[in-house]
């Protein structure tokens, strides 16, 4: 079993949709977490950390569950630039710096 | 600013061939890393610098992997006798964080995408 696991997708939404993304992590010490976003040949690039309270950056919104070791990335009024792969994140209890990275889930994105 | 630049961005080896693949890290970054990123996978740690101690290399899959990074500036990872399952984008990544400190922000750079036939 994978440490990080997502649903590849791809999911293909109209603009002004709102579109969510679910994640699941098999290391319950688990201490940080995120969401990056990668582009088609592109690096990745931090989109947010995820908080057990919950956050939220403009469109986007990410919860942290804990007890089900859960992650989710909810995107609001969709873009056609928010088409991309996004990749769930966490950062091992035993390391502060290590990545470890999902599959991704691509997002698509039409006019 | 400048962020984190890596070259060649593609390379084509015949297989058996040695490859050097170089990590230009954002100016003062204490913290480097090296990602390897097969086709429709996210990328996998293979190792950290801090400065120029290799604090952790138990991602390299193979004693054919070697980084270094002996100024505590670029860094160069290495592959000897390259094999088609080496055919992969390598990212790698920089930070100011250092291993006693909470997590901080890694910038990646482009990649170097390594095709061997």
């Known amino acids: 079993r994978k440490e990080v696991e997502q649903d590849p997708g791809p999911f293909n939404v109209p603009e002004g949709a709102t579109v969510a993304f679910n994640c699941t992590y098999s290391n319950s010490a688990s201490q940080s977490f995120f969401w990056y976003r990668q582009d088609c040949r592109k690096e990745p690039k931090l989109l947010m950390s995820?908080?057990?309270s919950g956050n939220e950056d403009g469109r986007f919104t990410a919860q942290l569950n804990r007890a089900s070791q859960y992650i989710s990335l909810l995107i609001r009024d969709s873009k056609l630039s928010d088409s991309a792969t996004y990749l769930c994140v966490v950062n091992p209890m035993d390391s502060s710096y290590k990545l470890i990275f999902g599959s991704g889930t691509r997002l698509l994105v039409r006019p | 600013g400048a962020g984190v630049s890596q070259s060649p961005r593609y390379k084509v080896a015949k297989r058996g061939q040695d490859v050097a693949l170089r990590c230009d890290p954002i100016?003062?970054?204490?913290?480097l890393f090296w990602y390897q990123q097969a086709l429709g996978q996210g990328p996998e740690f293979l190792t950290y610098f801090q400065n120029e101690a290799q604090l952790d290399k138990s991602g390299l899959p193979s004693d054919r992997f070697f980084a270094e990074r002996p100024e505590g500036s670029v860094s160069t990872l290495k592959i000897q006798r390259t094999q088609q399952e080496d055919s992969a984008v390598y990212l790698c990544?920089?930070?100011?964080?250092?291993?006693?400190?909470?997590?901080?922000?890694?910038?990646f750079g482009p990649g170097t995408r390594l095709t061997v036939l």
């Open positions: 995820v908080y057990s």
């Open positions: 990544a920089s930070s100011l964080v250092t291993l006693a400190a909470s997590y901080n922000e890694q910038f």
């Open positions: 100016s003062g970054h204490v913290s």
